[in-house]
């Protein structure tokens, strides 16, 4: 079974991420598969706009192969680095993208499903979307341009977001900046195609309709303007909301490495995408160096006892030097964006 689909319908380039088992974890393939097709569609005059969906009835994306990263922790043969370098290179593809670039939001969209999806011109979320940037439950951050994407919005919202690692419904995604429209799950066949023919804007203005306030227009989630974790904690168990409370608590059980590490990335981003991934792709590799990025895979999907045995300590470092490591430089192996500037098939040789 081929793990990406890619096809033309009428005037519309059609991607449709097929691993359904796996909820549509990417490999290094699937993203090398979205950038051929995208690079070929970007010059096609025929085709006029593209979108992306899922196969199967669970959602869009769950994220990254995180169990071929955890082998790689282990065995270091390179392949993580090199799955990134693709991944971030086709999250800069889809936000520069010059045709509209719909993309179904629909079901579970966590991490990397957020960065084939969220960078996007025309993005849509149905009653079932469940999307979010949960990293830091497994000892790493919200990469894929997570961090620019989350600092572009309403600072507290988007820092509530990053640091809890919590899915949101179709209302907060939208209110995070994460998407556009809301449209009823059971039209996303008929909009995709009406888009084979007619434009997207058009198309997407009959279908979408409005959706109630989420949680994300509480007062309470101004403890996230506070400026540190322990002042949010306070500030969160003191408002008496329930909903507060289920947002400490996801606060607590986020890895505290990560929380260092994400606040520190967060105040840097936001204004460009390419300088905010060759930063996250410069702390990803490095991260891959620290023990709780193993521990958060190991204790998620390879023994799956979600009992994460933080480490507090890493040898002799304080707490800012453990953060400031992974900013350290990658001698001739920084994140360039080639393959866009020369075109993939130029590039591999095809």
């Known amino acids: 079974m081929t793990d990406i689909l890619t096809e033309r319908r009428g005037h519309l380039g059609l991607i449709t991420l097929n691993r359904p ?34 196969a199967g009835e669970r959602g869009l994306c769950a994220g990254g192969d995180i169990v071929a990263i955890y082998r790689d922790i282990l ?29 179904l939001m629909d079901g579970i969209v966590l991490g990397g499903g957020i960065g084939v999806s969220a960078h996007g011109s025309h993005r849509i979320v149905t ?16 990469d894929v341009g997570g961090t620019h994407l989350l600092a572009k919005g309403a600072k507290s919202a988007g820092r509530l977001a990053a640091l809890t690692g919590m899915r949101f419904h179709a209302a907060d995604t939208i209110a995070l900046g994460l998407a556009d429209n809301y449209v009823a799950q059971a039209n996303l066949p008929q909009l995709l195609t009406e888009l084979e023919s007619l434009e997207a804007d058009q198309v997407i203005t009959r279908f979408a309709r409005t959706v109630e ?12 303007a506070e400026p540190s974790v322990p002042a949010i904690l306070a500030a969160l168990d003191s408002s008496g909301d329930a909903q507060a409370s289920l947002v400490s608590k996801a606060l607590r059980a986020a890895c505290p490495s990560s929380v260092r590490l994400v606040d520190e990335l967060l105040d840097s981003a936001g204004m460009d995408l390419r300088e905010d991934l060759r930063r996250e792709f410069r702390v990803a590799v490095n991260r891959l160096d620290d023990p709780d990025f193993a521990e958060g895979i190991r204790a998620a999907v390879i023994d799956k006892d979600r009992n994460p045995r933080w ?40």
């Not at 909820?23 to 090398?32: G, H, I, K, P, S």
């Not at 051929?36 to 969906?53: F, G, H, K, S």
């Not at 971030?88 to 993309?103: H, R, W």
């Not at 009653?127 to 919200?142: D, N």
Request: hydrophobic fraction near 40%; include cysteine; charged fraction near 25%.
């Open 127 to 142: 009653e079932t979307s469940r999307c979010g940037m949960p990293e830091v439950g497994i000892g790493f951050f919200p």
């Open 213 to 224: 306030q989420g949680m994300l227009g509480a007062d309470w989630v101004q403890a996230f």
């Open 21 to 54: 088992k796996a909820l549509n974890a990417l490999t290094t393939q699937m993203c090398r598969g979205m950038l051929y097709a995208l690079l070929e569609w970007r010059d096609d005059p025929a085709v006029r706009q593209v979108a992306i969906t899922g």
């Open 311 to 350: 480490h507090e300590r890493v040898g002799n470092l304080t707490r800012e030097q453990r953060t400031a490591r992974h900013f350290a430089p990658l001698p001739g192996a920084e994140l360039n964006f080639a393959l866009l500037e020369q075109g993939l098939r130029e590039k591999s040789g095809r």
């Open 75 to 103: 065995d270091r043969d390179g392949s993580t680095e090199e799955f990134w370098r693709i991944e971030y290179q086709l999250n800069v593809l889809i936000d520069e993208y010059p045709k509209p670039f719909v993309a």
